[in-house]
């Protein structure tokens, strides 16, 4: 039978996260010598590589299971020191979240629990399409994800809709749809995507009866610097509601009109026992409950178009 060391993996798991074999030395104040050697006893003990020594030091895919291992291991003795009342160093927790969630919602109950626990967070940045593979490969904890099903290992709980609605500066209309909106004039407009995977605008586009092929297009790869393109009129995009909500109370954006897209978001995490995970759990549920639509209502939501289902590329 198979053991993995529970030192060893620590330090395996020390070196990913820190990029490199000095860093970690340096984290757990033994030399790189000694970190050397321990991940060479942990391959020959497991016989199989574990790292690839590049700059930043990356894991095979044999070393995945081995860095969950030791991160569970991790959040399970915080847990028992906290238990035994005794002082607890700061636990770092790994989470998974889209670009418009990040910008909008999300950021307000991590402060919450970093006043209630003596915790901080490593935030990874992805389409919600492929956050769920961050928990897949156990490089976090917890994601947001447009995943319904529950990833090996984890468990899921439904947050919400985040709703997008087609916007531009006044000024922009004005420019580009003086008269009228159609598939014609929708050709030449200028539009922003987030980025290559973007595909919000083309959607909005097909249910538009326009070729999305067509329109020239920016790429803004930053949800808050998206959103300030799309106010300062270089072209016409999709916004969450969230996002776009005082700007359209001011006057400032317009709605093109047109169907709502809804992207149902899920939270999802390991099914660990972890009184700080469900803590964090219940925090990002909480305020995803609060701030996104209801899914079971149909608040805010599209007749029919572009709601639910294929909601690949989205931010």
């Not at 003596?118 to 904890?141: N, S, Y």
């Not at 047109?258 to 995490?269: A, K």
Request: with cysteine.
């Amino acid at each position: 039978m198979i053991r993995i060391p529970p030192d060893l993996a620590l330090t395996l798991a020390a070196v990913v996260e820190e990029g490199s074999l000095d860093a970690a030395a340096a984290r757990l104040h033994v030399s790189p010598s000694a970190i050397s050697q321990r991940i060479k006893a942990l391959e020959e003990q497991l016989g199989r590589v574990l790292l690839v020594r590049s700059r930043p030091a990356r894991p095979t895919e044999a070393a995945l299971p081995v860095i969950r291992f030791a991160r569970q291991l991790a959040l399970l003795e915080h847990d028992a020191v906290a238990g035994l009342g005794a002082v607890q160093e700061r636990v770092s927790i790994p989470l998974a979240v889209n670009a418009d969630s990040l910008a909008t919602w999300f950021l307000e109950p991590l402060q919450r629990l970093s006043v209630r626990h003596p915790i901080v967070f490593d935030l990874h940045r992805d389409d919600q399409d492929f956050t769920a593979g961050l928990l897949e490969a156990g490089t976090v904890m917890g994601a947001v994800t447009s995943r319904a099903e529950a990833v090996a290992g984890c468990r899921v709980i439904a947050l919400g809709t985040l709703v997008y609605e087609a916007v531009a500066t006044p000024e922009y209309v004005a420019e580009w749809f003086p008269e009228r909106r159609d598939a014609g004039t929708l050709a030449r407009a200028p539009l922003i995507d987030f980025d290559r995977r973007d595909e919000l605008q083309s959607r909005w586009l097909a249910a538009q009866g326009a070729d999305a092929a067509l329109p020239p297009r920016h790429r803004v790869p930053a949800s808050h610097d998206f959103a300030a393109a799309t106010l300062l009129g270089l072209g016409w995009a999709l916004l969450p509601r969230l996002q776009s909500r005082a700007a359209l109370e001011a006057g400032t954006l317009v709605p093109l009109g047109g169907p709502v897209i809804e992207v149902p978001l899920y939270w999802q995490q390991w099914n660990l026992r972890s009184a700080l995970l469900d803590a964090v759990a219940d925090e990002v549920v909480a305020e995803g409950r609060r701030m996104l639509v209801r899914s079971d209502t149909g608040t805010g939501a599209g007749s029919g178009a572009a709601g639910g289902a294929g909601v690949e590329g989205v931010r």
